[in-house]
Every structure is written in C-alpha cells, then in structure tokens.
C-alpha cells in the first residue's frame, strides 16, 4: 500500500471554491481506484467522491453532487478534488483514500480503501 499525501484545503467563505489534491508517497497511483471522504469530530468518515482507475466513472455523495468534481491525471498520478459553491456543513477534514478493487460495481465504501492520508481541513465560513 503506498501512502497519499493531501494538500490544498483552505478556510473559503460560503459559495467560494477550493481544489484538493492528492499524491502518492513514493509509488503511484497505477491501476487504484481513489476517492475522497471526510470527517467532523464526533462523526463517522463519510464518502464524498470515488474514480476508477481510467477516469472514466465516478461515484458522489448526493450532497456534493453537482458542486463537486474528482479527476485524476494518471500521467503525473494526481488526484484531484474540485469543490465549487462550498456550504458551512462542508467544513470537514478531507481525505484521499486509495483501493485495490476492481469498479464493478462503484467503490465507495470505506472499508473497500486500504490506504489513507491524513487529511486537509476544509473550513468554510458562512
């Protein structure tokens, strides 16, 4: 399993923007699906996004559908995390998590990722 790096939250204003990125440390992102999770204190990691291994398809939470988008640039291993129109209850630490599944049917669950990071806090302020 090869350890991810994130980077890129901020504090942004409600409606404002931020891209998350995430790398691998020291490996690469060849043939893993990645996603996106995040946690508040006192609150289960949740799913906020999942990618295949081509870009292809992609998976998300109904409550960032719309306003969120992953992609991944496979030449640079590169995950990314677009959030457009950000809300307060955005505010979360973001993870980017990798897995070694297969995208039959879409991987969003937490106990499918074996490889995290750990985390960037996104604060958005209303």
């Known amino acids: 399993q090869v350890p991810v790096v994130e980077s890129g939250g901020g504090l942004v204003q409600a409606g404002g923007s931020l891209r998350l990125s995430c790398v691998p440390s020291g490996g690469s992102f060849f043939n893993k699906i990645l996603g996106w999770f995040r946690q508040v204190p006192g609150a289960e990691r949740e799913f906020v996004a999942s990618i295949s291994w081509s870009g292809s398809y992609a998976r998300y939470a109904e409550s960032v559908k719309g306003r969120f988008t992953i992609s991944r640039d496979n030449a640079d291993h590169i995950l990314y995390l677009q959030m457009n129109n950000l809300k307060p209850e955005d505010t979360a630490i973001y993870y980017c998590?990798?897995?070694?599944?297969?995208?039959?049917?879409?991987?969003?669950?937490?106990?499918?990722?074996?490889?995290w990071g750990q985390g960037t806090q996104v604060t958005v302020s209303s």
């Open positions: 998590a990798a897995s070694e599944k297969a995208w039959g049917p879409p991987v969003t669950a937490r106990e499918d990722f074996g490889t």
